[in-house]
């Protein structure tokens, strides 16, 4: 999900599963290859960065880069958000109105990314701006996100995912993420991102699936 690190989640220190030391070292590498892309994105520009350039400065081999992130778009993109999105959504209350329960998750996995990162968040933003790849990637990335949603969504209103107004819904929502990050990023970041995303969400009050 953009416009996004490891997610924070409610539970303390003591309540997580303790990660194997193989486990620990994915997660490290995976760390320093994010890395070492932002750092030379900002520093040489998005075209100018290569696969062997990120590589050496993550002190990794190309094949290994490769086996994290299928392509350099991917770095940039890929995030830890959408199972934060989908666990925040089946905690709500049941009887919340579904509007506030949208508003509230995906204010909380926005601001997860920005508080976390906001440089990065910038950046990201930035390019889906100014790299068609990336937008693209984007675009179809996106499609885990709407398939979390569904699935949250029909659980809440006892519909099928397959319901066509849930796949509806939970699309046009995506698209909002979408288009209020590339708002976001278009107009120099100077606004508040989750209040953008409260203003998108107005949209759908009164057309969501009861």
């Not at 190309?62 to 392509?71: E, G, K």
């Not at 930035?126 to 969504?153: F, N, Y």
């Not at 107004?165 to 991102?193: K, N």
Request: proline residues 5%.
């Amino acid at each position: 999900m953009s416009p996004m690190t490891a997610a924070r989640t409610r539970t303390s220190p003591a309540d997580r599963p303790q990660l194997g030391l193989r486990e620990r070292k994915k997660i490290k590498t995976r760390a320093a290859i994010r890395e070492a892309t932002y750092r030379l994105i900002d520093e040489q520009g998005y075209d100018a960065t290569t696969i062997e350039q990120i590589a050496e400065a993550a002190e990794v081999s190309p094949s290994t880069v490769f086996r994290y992130f299928p392509t350099k778009e991917d770095i940039v993109l890929t995030d830890e958000y959408d199972p934060v999105l989908e666990q925040e959504m089946r905690a709500r209350p049941e009887d919340e109105p579904l509007i506030d329960s949208l508003r509230y998750v995906l204010r909380r996995v926005v601001g997860f990314g920005f508080d976390e990162e906001p440089a990065v968040s910038r950046l990201r933003t930035r390019l889906m701006v100014d790299v068609p790849a990336v937008r693209a990637r984007m675009t179809e990335s996106m499609s885990v996100t709407a398939r979390l949603l569904r699935r949250a969504i029909a659980q809440r209103t006892g519909r099928d995912t397959g319901d066509l107004q849930v796949r509806v819904l939970a699309t046009a929502i995506v698209g909002a993420l979408l288009e209020t990050s590339l708002y976001w990023a278009e107009h120099d970041h100077q606004d508040d991102l989750p209040d953008l995303l409260d203003r998108a969400l107005t949209t759908f009050e009164g057309t969501l699936v009861r």
